[in-house]
């Protein structure tokens, strides 16, 4: 266990409580009536989090704000994507925009760092700090709450505090006395961003502006900036470039700029900086400064937040907690209402994500929606607590539906960066629409959610034609699969509640989809080929990541009991209540591993249920649908005992802007929502005394406890409204509703409570819609069982079909086979290359698709042939050596996944020169690459193909010019054919990389990677 120090400074028994008078604050955006409010803020600790694998940064920021200013201690590596890690002993400097809790890193824009002493235009490293002007911080002298934050920089002696406004950050610096106060904004630097374009222009005696675009995850993003300052600025310097530009202009632009900014002595040793932000121009960021900045009173701006803060905190009240309980419980309501962040200047405008400025008209926009995590917990959370910004959030999504085409799936300062997997907008559309929350265009937002589903991309072309994604198409096809399925019913759902049943009929149906890669044989979601059969040989704890393998930063423990909406089936397909509650408590038992070591979100294990990542979250509770909520009791009291405490490595995993804190919440309050848009939640262990939500239609809804303790986390009995309460989950209708939910607790489980089937949970596909199994309504595509495709001898080969009693017909003149095509009726004997396509029909049942399989007959090499032969002037790299060299010749040919070690990978050109040991007729040359942008392997920018008899004279018979865009993102192989039509006994081909990934990749500036596996001399 760490040990960490007194970084919490509260006065535990003296919390006062005072009335927030509902009076005019510049930022706030509307007044409210008087209401009594407990000052929460001393429990915030925004520390929580910024250490292990939390990613959440320690700086101010308003509820769902624009700005979040934080100190940046690293600026690369996966456990900086928020720009801080607890691990850190010096900070570089104070930026203006996070990520809470990310898995990906971004943002970190406007850096301005306070000094004295010599200039440094470069902050140094972690090993040294005098290298730059970085400075080295200790943690005793260092101090977080909502909406403030401060340190000591030990290198300069100046005590460093940060609060904010929602667009402003407010700076406020004391220096020691007989020093020159000087600072620096570094406009260079990013967290795992690149500038594009900067400029940094002095406009007043104590103002400056600018502007940083920049590439990263966002691959577009603009952050417009005004600053002032509180003294008159005696003297600059400015860096262009990384090279010094001097002091004779009021002006510098470059790619990154730099500028040194001298105060001379403070008459107070005190400096003060607001900031005002905009990612529409310099005029809104302006504008925000002078509405939200309007004086020099840094304790009234700390004041102002803290009051806002205490308003979204005091949502919910708890009593009977201990104060570590306290800290941990507020601090999860502190980064539960951080994203989404505002995108709106005080004026209306902000940047659409068709790059144009727009107006909004009725309600903020927002961005960073991190959706994949937040359909789960937050965005329901925010139904009970802030469903009027749940509102805003929905109408956001639709606005950048219309200016994209699509929903969002990871919207970031508008751009879509296309990480994670589903449609999750469509879940959180349908969970607001189903409890009565519909301010937002119903129509449009159904157009939406349809056109979305319709999409041809990611798979989904097999899962609408096929019912399920093959395994040998898509990466994490079957996560996509089952996570599409819970989509559509979402979809299906709101269909019917707007009298489309058509579309009902249709999104139900996809619904089902799930059922199509669960194996009952071995009772796990399993990966599956389009021909029907199973991925062999095949391990639930078998871990895979985003854009790999089978699942989505997972495995098939962590995804099998995904079915939210239809846990009815689920049930069926594990064998009844029993076996299904007892596969649930084997996940649980299981060895806690991980099999991939660059699966690094599997955090926070118990056996392989995993509560530092989203996919794990409801199974703790789904032992109630079965009858056995005591289990679900036990499960929750145990994962909130064991992975959430006050400390900085206090939550087990990314938060992910507000998930695994909104699961807290949840859990502790005494329920959870196991499938958002069912509206009803789970009933699992509440944790406090008493638990009050504090509904935005004026009414209480209260939870309480008797005899509640560790070791007491067992209902014994429950009330609502004085009267018995036997069910085992409450509508979201009963908690609007208002009133008192009352549990008695006990440390032996009562099993008689929550049994009875009128008192579980439903969730479960209407039986007139069920359909039959896949087995039963589609013929699956044939197969050729010989593994290459390459030959030297003439070759026989089977067609086989995994459907029995089908009939096959094929072809091999290339064109589409019919039940006129020749009936197969046994082996197939070719000598020449051929193309042969053959398609399955069965009476009653979907005909199978055309499997479309070319033979080489080839130059390659198989057993006792020392030719052909292969050198490569540069190696592959990494983990990507494959078998080696002669990988390329041996007739094996890589499939979508390029881990599975077919593929080899290199960052520089690849020169390879081929030997046949003679001169041979060769008619064509075939090569592959992988395309797969988002893990930054691209296709070769060109490819040359010359021949030679003597190894040094060589012919170009060939050359191939490619460009990179964004309408290559679809993972896939490419294949190049090139004619030959000689004989020769040397190839030389030449693959070309590009340089550079693209300014639109998140990776911008990095070097790509280029993946090929066969390479194919047809004769």
Same mark, same amino acid.
């Given at each position: 266990m760490k040990i960490y120090p007194n970084i919490f400074k509260i006065q535990e028994m003296n919390i006062n409580r005072f009335f927030i008078i509902a009076f005019f604050i510049p930022f706030l955006s509307c007044q409210e009536e008087p209401r009594e409010f407990t000052d929460l803020t001393g429990y915030v600790d925004p520390m929580i989090g910024t250490d292990a694998h939390g990613h959440t940064f320690p700086g101010p920021a308003s509820p769902f704000g624009m700005v979040q200013l934080s100190p940046d201690t690293g600026i690369e590596g996966w456990d900086w994507c928020s720009g801080y890690h607890y691990s850190d002993s010096s900070i570089i400097g104070f930026s203006h925009l996070h990520l809470s809790g990310t898995g990906g890193a971004d943002l970190g824009d406007i850096m301005i760092m306070p000094f004295t002493g010599t200039r440094h235009w470069f902050s140094g490293t972690k090993q040294d700090p005098d290298s730059g002007?970085?400075?080295?911080?200790s943690h005793d002298e260092e101090e977080a709450s909502a909406g403030y934050y401060s340190v000591m920089l030990q290198d300069y002696q100046i005590k460093a505090e940060l609060t904010v406004t929602p667009r402003t950050g407010i700076h406020r610096y004391h220096f020691p006395e007989d020093e020159l106060a000087s600072v620096i904004i570094d406009l260079k630097h990013g967290i795992s961003s690149q500038p594009r374009t900067c400029y940094i222009e002095i406009t007043g005696e104590n103002e400056i502006r600018g502007l940083r675009a920049s590439q990263g995850w966002a691959a577009d993003q603009q952050v417009y900036f005004v600053a002032r300052f509180s003294h008159p600025i005696v003297s600059h310097a400015f860096m262009k470039d990384d090279?010094?530009?001097?002091?004779?202009?009021?002006?510098?632009?470059?790619?990154?700029?730099?500028?040194?900014?001298?105060?001379?002595?403070?008459?107070?040793?005190e400096l003060m900086v607001k900031v005002g932000i905009s990612a529409v121009d310099e005029e809104g960021a302006l504008k925000n400064l002078e509405a939200e900045a309007t004086h020099w009173s840094f304790d009234t701006y700390l004041e102002e937040i803290q009051k806002e803060w205490n308003k979204h905190l005091n949502t919910i009240t708890i009593e009977g907690a201990t104060p570590?309980?306290?800290?941990?419980?507020?601090?999860?309501?502190?980064?539960a209402q951080i994203a989404p962040a505002l995108f709106t200047d005080v004026d209306g405008r902000y940047r659409g994500m068709d790059k144009n400025i727009h107006t909004a008209e009725g309600h903020n926009v927002y961005t960073i929606f991190s959706l994949w995590d937040t359909f789960r917990a937050t965005h329901p959370l925010f139904t009970l607590i802030a469903p009027d910004k749940n509102m805003e959030f929905i109408n956001t999504m639709l606005l950048q539906y219309q200016q994209h085409g699509l929903l969002p799936v990871w919207e970031l300062m508008a751009n879509e960066t296309g990480t994670m997997i589903g449609y999750h907008s469509i879940p959180v559309i349908w969970d607001a629409y189903q409890k009565g929350h519909r301010d937002f265009d119903a129509k449009l937002a159904f157009e939406a959610m349809k056109k979305s589903a319709m999409q041809d991309h990611i798979g989904l072309a097999d899962y609408k034609n096929l019912g399920f994604i093959p395994m040998e198409r898509e990466g994490n096809s079957v996560?996509?699969?089952?996570?599409y399925a819970y989509d559509d019913w979402c979809i299906a759902e709101?269909?019917?509640?707007?009298?489309?049943?058509?579309?009902?009929?249709?999104f139900l149906h996809r619904a089902q989809n799930y059922r199509n890669v669960f194996d009952t044989s071995v009772g796990f979601l399993r990966g599956r080929r389009a021909d029907g059969t199973w991925r062999t040989p095949f391990d639930p704890i078998e871990s895979s990541i985003l854009g790999s393998g089978d699942f989505t930063e997972g495995n098939s423990w962590h995804y099998t009991f995904f079915a939210p909406h239809d846990v009815a089936g689920l049930i069926e397909l594990l064998g009844g209540d029993e076996l299904f509650s007892a596969k649930i408590d084997e996940m649980f038992a299981e060895e806690s591993i991980v099999t991939n070591e660059a699966a690094h979100d599997i955090s926070g294990l118990i056996g392989q249920y995993a509560q530092g990542n989203e996919p794990s979250h409801h199974?703790?509770?789904?032992?109630?649908?079965?009858?056995?909520?005591?289990?679900?009791?036990?499960k929750v009291a145990l994962i909130m005992d064991s992975l959430y405490t006050d400390k900085p490595d206090g939550i087990s995993g990314n938060e992910d802007c507000g998930q695994l804190s909104a699961w807290y919440i949840f859990s502790a309050t005494g329920f959870y929502p196991v499938a958002p848009g069912s509206g009803d939640y789970i009933i699992g262990s509440p944790l406090f005394e008493k638990t009050t939500i504090h509904l935005a239609n004026g009414k209480n809804f209260t939870v309480k406890t008797e005899g509640r303790s560790r070791e007491a986390v067992y209902i014994q009995s429950a009330r609502l409204n004085g009267k018995p309460f036997h069910r085992s989950f409450i509508s979201h209708k009963e908690i609007e509703d208002g009133g008192v939910l009352e549990f008695v607790m006990g440390r032996e489980p009562n099993k008689e409570w929550g049994y009875a089937t009128e008192h579980r949970p439903k969730s479960y596909? /209407?039986? =007139?819609? *069920? $359909?039959? /199994?896949? =087995?039963? *309504? $589609?013929?699956?595509?044939?197969s050729i069982a010989k593994k290459l495709d390459l030959f030297h001898e003439p070759i026989t080969f089977e067609i086989d079909c995994i459907t029995p009693d089908v009939a096959i017909h094929f072809t091999t003149d290339g064109s589409e086979p019919s039940q006129q095509s020749t009936l197969y009726e046994g082996p197939i004997t070719i000598g020449e290359t051929t193309l042969v396509k053959a398609k399955a029909f069965k009476e009653g049942m979907q005909p199978s698709e055309t499997l479309s399989r070319e033979f080489f007959r080839a130059h390659y090499r198989h057993s006792g042939n020392r030719y052909p032969t292969i050198e490569l002037q540069n190696g592959p790299r990494g983990r990507y050596t494959g078998r080696g060299k002669n990988a390329l010749l041996d007739g094996n040919r890589g499939t979508i996944d390029f881990h599975d070690g077919e593929w080899l990978g290199f960052v520089d050109d690849i020169v390879a020169t081929i030997d046949l040991g003679e001169p041979k007729p060769v008619e064509s040359i075939r090569l592959s690459f992988m395309r797969n942008i988002g893990s930054w392997i691209l296709l070769p920018e060109s490819i040359e193909i010359a021949v030679s008899n003597d190894n040094k004279n060589f012919t170009v018979i060939a050359t191939e010019q490619h460009t990179t865009t964004t309408a290559d993102y679809d993972i896939g192989i490419k294949e190049y054919r090139f004619d030959a039509q000689q004989s020769f006994r040397y190839a030389r081909i030449i693959a070309r990389s590009t340089k550079e990934l693209p300014q639109?990749?998140?990776?911008?500036?990095?070097?790509?990677?280029?993946?090929?596996?066969?390479?194919?001399?047809e004769y």
């Amino acid at each position: 266990m760490k040990i960490y120090p007194n970084i919490f400074k509260i006065q535990e028994m003296n919390i006062n409580r005072f009335f927030i008078i509902a009076f005019f604050i510049p930022f706030l955006s509307c007044q409210e009536e008087p209401r009594e409010f407990t000052d929460l803020t001393g429990y915030v600790d925004p520390m929580i989090g910024t250490d292990a694998h939390g990613h959440t940064f320690p700086g101010p920021a308003s509820p769902f704000g624009m700005v979040q200013l934080s100190p940046d201690t690293g600026i690369e590596g996966w456990d900086w994507c928020s720009g801080y890690h607890y691990s850190d002993s010096s900070i570089i400097g104070f930026s203006h925009l996070h990520l809470s809790g990310t898995g990906g890193a971004d943002l970190g824009d406007i850096m301005i760092m306070p000094f004295t002493g010599t200039r440094h235009w470069f902050s140094g490293t972690k090993q040294d700090p005098d290298s730059g002007y970085r400075s080295r911080f200790s943690h005793d002298e260092e101090e977080a709450s909502a909406g403030y934050y401060s340190v000591m920089l030990q290198d300069y002696q100046i005590k460093a505090e940060l609060t904010v406004t929602p667009r402003t950050g407010i700076h406020r610096y004391h220096f020691p006395e007989d020093e020159l106060a000087s600072v620096i904004i570094d406009l260079k630097h990013g967290i795992s961003s690149q500038p594009r374009t900067c400029y940094i222009e002095i406009t007043g005696e104590n103002e400056i502006r600018g502007l940083r675009a920049s590439q990263g995850w966002a691959a577009d993003q603009q952050v417009y900036f005004v600053a002032r300052f509180s003294h008159p600025i005696v003297s600059h310097a400015f860096m262009k470039d990384d090279v010094e530009a001097g002091n004779t202009s009021n002006r510098v632009e470059g790619r990154s700029v730099k500028a040194i900014l001298d105060f001379g002595q403070l008459s107070n040793h005190e400096l003060m900086v607001k900031v005002g932000i905009s990612a529409v121009d310099e005029e809104g960021a302006l504008k925000n400064l002078e509405a939200e900045a309007t004086h020099w009173s840094f304790d009234t701006y700390l004041e102002e937040i803290q009051k806002e803060w205490n308003k979204h905190l005091n949502t919910i009240t708890i009593e009977g907690a201990t104060p570590e309980q306290k800290r941990t419980f507020y601090t999860a309501m502190y980064h539960a209402q951080i994203a989404p962040a505002l995108f709106t200047d005080v004026d209306g405008r902000y940047r659409g994500m068709d790059k144009n400025i727009h107006t909004a008209e009725g309600h903020n926009v927002y961005t960073i929606f991190s959706l994949w995590d937040t359909f789960r917990a937050t965005h329901p959370l925010f139904t009970l607590i802030a469903p009027d910004k749940n509102m805003e959030f929905i109408n956001t999504m639709l606005l950048q539906y219309q200016q994209h085409g699509l929903l969002p799936v990871w919207e970031l300062m508008a751009n879509e960066t296309g990480t994670m997997i589903g449609y999750h907008s469509i879940p959180v559309i349908w969970d607001a629409y189903q409890k009565g929350h519909r301010d937002f265009d119903a129509k449009l937002a159904f157009e939406a959610m349809k056109k979305s589903a319709m999409q041809d991309h990611i798979g989904l072309a097999d899962y609408k034609n096929l019912g399920f994604i093959p395994m040998e198409r898509e990466g994490n096809s079957v996560s996509k699969t089952v996570e599409y399925a819970y989509d559509d019913w979402c979809i299906a759902e709101m269909a019917k509640s707007l009298g489309y049943m058509d579309d009902y009929e249709t999104f139900l149906h996809r619904a089902q989809n799930y059922r199509n890669v669960f194996d009952t044989s071995v009772g796990f979601l399993r990966g599956r080929r389009a021909d029907g059969t199973w991925r062999t040989p095949f391990d639930p704890i078998e871990s895979s990541i985003l854009g790999s393998g089978d699942f989505t930063e997972g495995n098939s423990w962590h995804y099998t009991f995904f079915a939210p909406h239809d846990v009815a089936g689920l049930i069926e397909l594990l064998g009844g209540d029993e076996l299904f509650s007892a596969k649930i408590d084997e996940m649980f038992a299981e060895e806690s591993i991980v099999t991939n070591e660059a699966a690094h979100d599997i955090s926070g294990l118990i056996g392989q249920y995993a509560q530092g990542n989203e996919p794990s979250h409801h199974v703790a509770y789904l032992h109630n649908f079965a009858g056995r909520p005591w289990k679900t009791q036990e499960k929750v009291a145990l994962i909130m005992d064991s992975l959430y405490t006050d400390k900085p490595d206090g939550i087990s995993g990314n938060e992910d802007c507000g998930q695994l804190s909104a699961w807290y919440i949840f859990s502790a309050t005494g329920f959870y929502p196991v499938a958002p848009g069912s509206g009803d939640y789970i009933i699992g262990s509440p944790l406090f005394e008493k638990t009050t939500i504090h509904l935005a239609n004026g009414k209480n809804f209260t939870v309480k406890t008797e005899g509640r303790s560790r070791e007491a986390v067992y209902i014994q009995s429950a009330r609502l409204n004085g009267k018995p309460f036997h069910r085992s989950f409450i509508s979201h209708k009963e908690i609007e509703d208002g009133g008192v939910l009352e549990f008695v607790m006990g440390r032996e489980p009562n099993k008689e409570w929550g049994y009875a089937t009128e008192h579980r949970p439903k969730s479960y596909i /209407p039986e =007139e819609h *069920r $359909l039959a /199994p896949l =087995e039963e *309504r $589609l013929v699956f595509i044939p197969s050729i069982a010989k593994k290459l495709d390459l030959f030297h001898e003439p070759i026989t080969f089977e067609i086989d079909c995994i459907t029995p009693d089908v009939a096959i017909h094929f072809t091999t003149d290339g064109s589409e086979p019919s039940q006129q095509s020749t009936l197969y009726e046994g082996p197939i004997t070719i000598g020449e290359t051929t193309l042969v396509k053959a398609k399955a029909f069965k009476e009653g049942m979907q005909p199978s698709e055309t499997l479309s399989r070319e033979f080489f007959r080839a130059h390659y090499r198989h057993s006792g042939n020392r030719y052909p032969t292969i050198e490569l002037q540069n190696g592959p790299r990494g983990r990507y050596t494959g078998r080696g060299k002669n990988a390329l010749l041996d007739g094996n040919r890589g499939t979508i996944d390029f881990h599975d070690g077919e593929w080899l990978g290199f960052v520089d050109d690849i020169v390879a020169t081929i030997d046949l040991g003679e001169p041979k007729p060769v008619e064509s040359i075939r090569l592959s690459f992988m395309r797969n942008i988002g893990s930054w392997i691209l296709l070769p920018e060109s490819i040359e193909i010359a021949v030679s008899n003597d190894n040094k004279n060589f012919t170009v018979i060939a050359t191939e010019q490619h460009t990179t865009t964004t309408a290559d993102y679809d993972i896939g192989i490419k294949e190049y054919r090139f004619d030959a039509q000689q004989s020769f006994r040397y190839a030389r081909i030449i693959a070309r990389s590009t340089k550079e990934l693209p300014q639109w990749h998140p990776g911008a500036g990095s070097r790509p990677w280029l993946f090929t596996d066969e390479i194919i001399l047809e004769y």
